[in-house]
Every structure is written in C-alpha cells, then in structure tokens.
C-alpha cells in the first residue's frame, strides 16, 4: 500500500485468496475494501505502525474472500523505503494458512477425544516418561491405587508399586 492506505501492488496469490484481480484492486483503499468490518481496526495499526517503521511478524486476520469465504491470513508488514529511507508506503506478505487452522483444529479434538478416553476407561491407564516419572494417571488408576492423579503426577511410578514386583516393573 501507499501512505494513505491504497493498494499499489496486488500478486496473484492475493488474487487468487481473495476473489479480487489486480485490476478490480489497484488504487483501493486497502483496510476498507478487503478486510472485514471486526479487524479493520486492528489490521490498521498494523498498517500504521509499518508507516512509521515498525513491522509486524505473524499477525494473524480473517480475510473473507469476494464470494465470502473466510480465509485465516498470517501477516508480516514493513515500511517500503525509498533509497534515501523515507518511507513510501508498506509491504505486506500474507501467507493462507486457513488448512493449518483447520489441521490444528482437528488434531486439538483428536487429542481431546484421546484425553476423554483415557479418562473415563475402565481399566487402569498411567503413562510415564524416559525417567519413569508419572505423566498420566486415569480415574481407574487411582480408583484401584488408591492415589489420586495431583498424588502421582512427576513422582516415580516405581513408589506408587509394591516391592515384590519392583524388579519386574
């Protein structure tokens, strides 16, 4: 974008996330065409900080594309200069990372399905780590030990077995 806002560059990437050709985007105002009312704001002072020279590393926006689909956008901004280092307007590079969200998204239920399950099995469940500390306790490992998950949590499983089976364990 220029210093007031208008867009002066558009690849075809950002043609392509957005909906919007070079032509159709050359000389808009950048905040108030493309970004949604909610961000506007936001996606401003990040504009506004890289006129005045401080970027902006992984900022994150939705983007809605022409036919309204949202796309999660990573953002870096910094100030565009000229050779004697006034400041010309703002570079912008974006990067789609809409499946990554939705990737993340998926594997966070995934996991919170696999902790449920772990949970509520009915048979006793404990993890331990390369030091043989406990990092998971079910509710039928204490049910059946006796010990509560806060009571074993970090502690060496091997104080939480008898002693005839030590050796094996």
Aim: glycine share 8%.
């Amino acid at each position: 974008i220029d210093t007031v806002g208008l867009v002066v560059e558009w690849n075809g990437k950002a043609a392509q996330i957005s909906g919007w050709s070079k032509e159709e985007s050359l000389g808009k105002p950048l905040v108030e065409t493309f970004i949604s009312e909610s961000y506007r704001g936001e996606v401003f002072r990040v504009l506004k900080d890289a006129l005045q020279g401080n970027d902006t590393a992984n900022f994150e926006f939705p983007l809605f594309s022409r036919d309204g689909l949202r796309r999660e956008i990573l953002l870096n901004a910094t100030a565009r200069k000229e050779k004697d280092g006034k400041i010309t307007g703002v570079i912008g590079v974006g990067q789609d990372i809409t499946q990554l969200r939705q990737v993340l998204a998926v594997q966070q239920q995934v996991a919170e399905d696999l902790q449920r399950f772990i949970e509520t099995a009915n048979a006793p469940i404990f993890g331990v780590n390369r030091d043989g500390q406990v990092t998971e306790w079910n509710c039928m490992a204490a049910q059946l030990s006796g010990f509560s998950k806060q009571d074993t949590m970090g502690q060496l499983l091997k104080d939480f077995i008898t002693d005839d089976y030590k050796d094996e364990v």
